[in-house]
């Protein structure tokens, strides 16, 4: 039972380069999400997606793109990395639309900008 | 939007005394409260949550949490504390409200158990 896989797990990029993480889930999941982490500051949310082929803004949403064309798939793109984007990132998927499905977290990607 | 607001930052406690992770939120409308344990280089696991019914919710690893509408609480105690449960404490509110049913959660509170 995979839940949510995160690739990958590790990358050192250098400042204006772009990258791409990859997020799918197995557990057919209608939502999934990208959060940041900081030390400090919680997880913050940067993109949402409620079903394939849809996104929407979290609260820090500049200097990220995102892309949902399968449902068990959800892409966050970096296209030109700044030393600020130097983050732990989480992908998070729920199952109702109700709100009382728990959220279920990879196991993140740790993300250095140079 | 909802805000999450964790009061202590980092938690030390010694080997089996007891422990409350303090949790207030800015409003109870339509709201349901989480739990979330975050032990090094892992990614966040439910240890608890309140949709509705009793206000006393126990979760897994002997952690329980009391919902208080009127004081917009949801502090997470534990009895006694093992060595084992030294990690990031997250509380979370989803707010029924907004798109997505989004999760906003606190700043996190370090626990530290002591031997």
Redesign the interface.
Known sequence: NAG?TQTPKFRVLKTGQSMTLLCAQDMNHE?M?W?RQDP??????IH???GEGTT?K?EVPDGYNVSRLKKQNFLLGLESAAPSQTSVY?C?S?TT????G??F????SRLTVL | AQS?TQLD?QVPVFEEAPVELRCNYSSSV?V?L?W?VQYP??????LL?Y?SGSTLVKGINGFEAEFNKSQTSFHLRKPSVHISDTAEY?C?V???RD?????Y????TSLTVIP
């Open positions: 949510v939502y999400y959060y400090g500051m919680g997880l913050r949310l949402y997606s409620v929407a979290g989480f998070a729920r639309s109700g709100g009382t728990e959220l977290f990879g196991e993140g | 999450v930052s339509s349901y989480f979330y280089n892992q990614g966040l696991q439910l949550k949709l997250f979370a989803s707010d029924l798109t997505g049913n989004q999760f959660f606190g700043t996190g």
